[in-house]
């Protein structure tokens, strides 16, 4: 009985204590609230918001500053020139009584689907022919991928491209009945054709086998089965492929409204970004000779690419390759570090926001540590979107099975007491227990996806999950190419592919060009800019005022003439897209009762226009551009960047003397064109 009313006591006690120390805290709180700041917590779907240190930054944008003008501000110089991709004269339309049908299956990435796509829609007008929406080979159902989508459609919206090219060319979602079973027991003619194939090709081998099948397949693979530079006569194919890239192709409603989604959140602090596009690829890497810029394992990956390339006749040479004189050469990409000092260099504050385009960088986030140092504001798709937001532009997929290799079995009892025996009979003790037996290595005992490189000398076949994530990556770069596109400053780390041609960055810096020319776009000299960093390379961080004004001085350049005429020399003869002009823009007059703009275009020892010579536009575009011209200069236009870029672009057109463009010379070409392949007759 004792303990019993001792422990009723203890428990009153303990509730007594309890109900004052609520009271307690009760009391505190309310006394404490007059002084408390009540927070309203955002609600936030990413997990990135821009990290600010100048104060002073909105009052610049408000005030539109020289400073901001600089770093941000659009290229007046370029201001006039016009998105113009219509036909001019006379177009005849497309029409249903034509050679026959085209059908096309395309291999690839992302940058190679798309310029295909332009040429293939070329070839059908210059057949006379209808096509069939192209398949994707990195989309077909073979990847794993989601059964929603077809294969152009994964991309691209079908309707619109259907639309948008009405009068240029008849586009069907699939062959007639009568020409399926044909095609299935491979009784129609597949052309592969060669990389920037001629015209010729197409009017002499392609025409005559179309007109007599009514139906042939082309098998595309390589970025590109028409030549970039057509002749004079061909130049509304070359305004047909401005229309089909940047008209035509519209990515399907998923894509384009998460990239969208990207963008406005990346402008809703209302300050501008930039988008940088690294390059590290390794198929690029690898072409070129660059694995010296890792000195990791890393470097082995890439020169086992780089003999396997040399063994199929895509690399021409050895396969040790001094990196660091292709380095200076121009031929590799800047690393994250030196874009990041050529950034700061510019004037570019620590708090820029930095969207990195360009899918896994080669290297990994290793890589990128210096730049992220520069720059608190890094940042990629991963950060500004969810996991949930990335699955819906996937579309349903199946659970793909697991590769990993099954558990091994336990051991028998009658293994274990053989195992025991022999060590009962083995020599004299003490002495140690036998090894255990060995068992399969599972994946994650491989330090990293590249661990095959330590245990087999040949590369493993693709997974199942390495298919599907093939065929994501196409989805990453296609909101990567939105938000570059849309991106108040871009800078490429490189502009060439695992091939040696123009990649994804030279296509945003040609659809950045024809879109908006005046939008700030670095088109830097890499060979120039080596050469830059390796004169202070003691003293990478701290800079002198000499070096510092030729650095801005080459990169303000490179926004401007002597920028386009580099990439015209350089990326044009390769990839049309990449540098549309003058084809596809034309010019605003400054003044009213202007006749002629860019009278003296540049021109090159072979006669192609390298800068200027666009048309002035019509009327109808005149109308309600022409007053809001400005006639202000910019300070950086005309104070300490004009003088040097006059002197770059005579540098850039002697050079072109004694250098090979690329450019596949038109003189080849039969002079006339057959009368009954013409179709615009």
């Known amino acids: 009985m004792v303990f019993k009313s001792k422990f009723r006591w203890i428990v009153l006690v303990g509730l007594v204590l309890s109900v004052l120390s609520l009271a307690t805290h009760f009391i505190l709180a309310n006394y404490s609230s007059a002084d408390l700041v009540q927070y309203t917590p955002i609600l936030t779907i990413f997990n990135w918001r821009p990290v600010v240190e100048n104060e002073e930054f909105h009052h610049r944008v408000n005030n539109q500053s020289s400073h901001y003008r600089k770093l941000w501000g659009p290229i007046k110089s370029l201001e006039s020139l016009q998105p113009y991709a219509n036909p001019r004269g006379k177009y005849p339309a497309a029409s249903w009584y034509n050679n026959g049908f085209i059908f096309v299956k395309i291999q690839g990435g992302f940058q190679e689907i798309r310029s295909s796509i332009c040429d293939v829609v070329a070839i059908a007008r210059l057949l006379n022919a209808t096509l069939v929406i192209p398949e994707l080979q990195e989309t077909t159902i073979t990847k794993r991928i989601s059964s929603k989508f077809k294969s152009f459609g994964y991309l691209y919206n079908e309707e619109q491209f259907i639309a948008a090219l009405a009068n240029d060319v008849l586009i069907v979602k699939s062959l007639p009945k009568r020409f399926k079973s044909v095609r299935k027991n491979n009784e129609l003619p597949v052309f592969t054709p060669a990389y920037s194939a001629s015209v010729d090709f197409y009017l002499r081998e392609v025409l005559p086998k179309l007109r007599r099948q009514k139906a042939i397949g082309l098998l595309v693979s390589g970025g590109g089965c028409l030549q970039a ?70 470097t082995e990956l890439i020169q086992f690419k780089r003999s396997w390339m040399i063994k199929h006749g895509i690399v021409q040479g050895e396969i040790n390759i001094e990196s660091e004189v292709q380095r200076r050469n121009g031929l590799c990409p800047l690393m994250p570090e030196e874009v990041g000092i050529i950034l700061r260099a510019m004037g570019y504050p620590p708090d820029t926001i930095i969207y990195v385009a360009g899918g896994e960088v080669f290297g990994g986030q290793r890589v990128l540590i210096p730049l992220r140092a520069m720059f608190n504001n890094l940042v990629d798709r991963t950060s500004l979107c969810t996991d949930n937001e990335l699955s819906m532009i996937y579309g349903p997929e199946e659970p793909l099975m697991s590769s990993s290799p099954p558990p091994p079995p336990p051991p028998s009892a009658d293994s274990e007491k053989a195992r025991l025996a022999a060590w009962e009979k083995a020599g004299p003790r003490p002495r140690p227990l036998p090894p255990p037996s060995a ?243």
């Open 229 to 298: 530079l057509l002749p004079p006569r061909l130049a509304e194919y070359q305004r047909l492929r401005c229309r089909v890239a940047f008209h035509a192709l519209r990515f399907r409603t998923e894509i384009l409204e998460l990239g969208t989604r990207i963008v406005q959140r990346l402008q809703a602090s209302g300050r501008p970004y930039l988008a940088f596009h690294t390059g590290l690829e390794k198929d690029a890497l690898a072409y070129h000779g660059c694995a010296e810029l890792f000195q990791d394992v890393h």
């Open 439 to 681: 068992r399969p290595k599972y994946p994650h005992e491989i330090e990293g996806w590249w661990g095959w490189i330590a245990e087999t000398d040949k590369e493993p076949e693709p997974t199942p999950l390495d298919l599907r994530m093939q065929a994501h990556e196409l989805l990453w770069e296609a909101i990567d190419y939105i938000v570059c596109v849309e991106a108040d400053v871009f800078f490429p780390g490189f502009d060439r592919d695992g091939n040696g041609r123009p990649d994804f960055a030279s296509l945003v810096m040609g659809h950045r060009l024809y879109e908006s020319a005046s939008l700030k776009t670095f088109r830097p000299d890499r060979k120039v800019v080596v050469k830059l960093l390796d004169d202070i390379h003691d003293h990478l961080y701290k800079p002198n005022h000499t070096w510092l004004i030729s650095v801005r001085e080459h990169l303000n350049g490179s926004t401007r003439e002597s920028g386009l005429i580099n990439m015209s020399l350089n990326s044009k003869p390769d990839s049309f897209l990449s540098h549309p002009l003058p084809e596809c823009a034309c010019q605003i007059p400054k003044t009213l009762g202007a006749s002629a703009i860019n009278s003296n275009p540049v021109r090159d020892p072979k006669n192609r226009i390298l800068y200027g010579g666009e048309d002035i536009c019509p009327e109808w575009m005149k109308h309600g551009m022409m007053a809001p011209l400005e006639k202000e200069k910019d300070e950086e236009d005309d104070s300490e960047d004009v003088e040097a870029n006059s002197g770059q672009v005579q540098e850039l057109v002697s050079e072109s003397d004694s250098e090979e463009t690329g450019n596949k010379a038109y003189d080849n070409h039969p002079a006339e064109q057959d009368e009954e392949s013409d179709l615009d007759d």
